[in-house]
Every structure is written in C-alpha cells, then in structure tokens.
C-alpha cells in the first residue's frame, strides 16, 4: 500500500480493543511491505517458526517446569516471544494464500466432529 505510513496499521490497532485475524493478517502484511521490504521465503519463516517456537518452550520450560532461568532468560515476556509466534505463521499464512479466519473456523468444525465425545468420555480428563 504506497503511501500508507508504515505504523498506520499498528497504531490503528493499539486504538482499538480488539483485533480480528483478518486484520492481523492485513497489519503484518502492510508492515512486512513497507518496513521489512519483502516476505523472506517460506523455508526460511518456516525454520523461522521452529526457532520463535523453541523461544517460547524455553520460557514454558522455567517457569513452568523443573528448569531455572538463566541470567539472560530473566527478562524474556511469554507474551512477546508468543507474539513472535503469531507474527511469523501469519506471514506464511500470507505468502502462502491462506485465510487463517476461514482455516481456523473449518479446523473448529473439525474438531469438533471428530472429538466432540471423545474428551468428554476421555476418564483421564475428569477428575
């Protein structure tokens, strides 16, 4: 988008309480075309992914499991690497042409055929 300000969309958003994955799929690509140039390739944001993700389990790991946190762990926010998270698969969700609103509503359907009963009868899971 030529001549939209590169924080137009982030700043809108702040403004607002909530922002729809349709707009969070429009923000990242406005923001990736006119501050991060272009979209890197799908193999690197996939590799990309694996890292953020691996971020966001070392956080899980410390604070959360048996692990302790390192001096240079301390200042990490769960919040932000999760973000970095979102960021990421919203940009190949983008170059690769899928409607994350859409995915996540027939990925829902899905489950829901699929597992409806089963958790419910899962022994398990009631307790």
Not at 18 to 37: F, H, L, P, R, S
Not at 96 to 124: F, I, M, P, S
């Amino acid at each position: 988008m030529v001549g939209v300000p590169a924080n137009y969309y982030v700043t809108a958003c702040k403004n607002n309480t909530t922002m729809t994955i349709e707009e969070a799929q429009k923000t990242v690509d406005t923001w990736i075309t006119t501050t991060g140039v272009r979209y890197f390739n799908e193999l690197t944001n996939m590799a990309m992914l694996t890292e953020e993700v691996g971020e966001v389990a070392r956080i899980i790991a410390r604070k959360y499991g048996e692990q302790s946190f390192k001096e240079s762990d301390k200042n990490k926010e769960l919040g932000d690497e999760l973000a970095d998270v979102l960021f990421v698969l919203i940009c190949l969700a983008n170059q690769t042409g899928v409607n994350l609103t859409d995915a996540l509503q027939k990925n829902l359907e899905k489950k829901t055929q699929r597992d409806g009963d089963r958790h419910r009868n899962n022994e398990k899971l009631s307790g």
